[in-house]
């Protein structure tokens, strides 16, 4: 094994496959893309170069509310990284240290996960019926029927009720992620710190979530990029809607390339997409890292 990680021939056979392959689908549809931005183009006639046009009409002109869409996507980051990545930690560590039934809750928690998108978008679309969706019969059965709504149409609610959607599908995604650091930590250490008299609280905070730092690092760029990226739940469950209340940089995308056939405009905001997860990652990352040396 030694005598082959030493011979670069065998190196350059195996990994330049990858290297093409991600050469092909990831680097040059990015350039391509970083291209059409400069451009005024509808997809068919010829193109007309405009600069930075596309970015400053962005955030200047901000005629199709881009600006409120990064907000909107910026919000749901927040929520994840406060809300969807607390719970998942919580369930990792309790199943981490042993419960009954552990493998069953693992499989069921990892179920959303594995579901096609489009049959959760319709499964909470249903839940969140006016007429007969099960949220508006609870409260109604509950005696609460005036706090019923029509949450999906209601620009007050549709974006919490999106949200709501996403972190509950991606919430075992994370748990499985944190549970496999924990799994990780050697029994050892939790039995030297039980005869040192530590409860299950204090090496929870002392022991376990100090050691799982890299893979909660991955799990918060995850969140954060995850938000940014947003695209399919969204789009199948409001498509952007009730005016543009759930908009969010992808979807507005979508609609500026596919249905205005604004190529170069729309190639903008795939580029500040980009941009942004890419800062945020080496931010992250920037600040995990300070914390590990501290």
Known sequence: MEKLLKDKKAIFLFTFPTFLLFTVIVVLPIFFSIHYSTLQWDGFSKSVFVGLSNYRSLFVDNTDGFVQSVVNSLVLALISVGIQLPISLLL??????????ERFFRTVYFIPV??????????????????????????RALGLGKYANAWLADTRTALASVFIAMLWQYIGYHMLLMYAGAKSISPDIYEAARID????????????????????????????????????????MTGGGPLHATEVPTTLMYTTIFSRYQYGYGSAMAIFIIAECLVCTVVIQKLFNRNAED
Not at 92 to 101: C, Q, S, T
Not at 114 to 139: F, H, R
Not at 210 to 229: D, E, N
């Open 197 to 236: 008299g530590a409860s299950e609280t204090q090496m929870a905070f002392r022991i376990t979530i100090p050691l799982m730092k890299p893979i909660l690092c991955v799990c918060v760029i995850f969140a954060v990029t995850g938000s940014f990226k947003a695209f399919d739940l969204i789009y199948v």
């Open 92 to 101: 990792a560590l309790i199943l981490a240290r042993g419960v009954r039934g």
């Open 114 to 139: 594995i579901i096609s998108t489009v049959v959760i978008g319709q499964l909470w679309m249903k839940i969140y019926n006016a007429d007969y969706g099960m949220l508006n019969i609870v409260l």
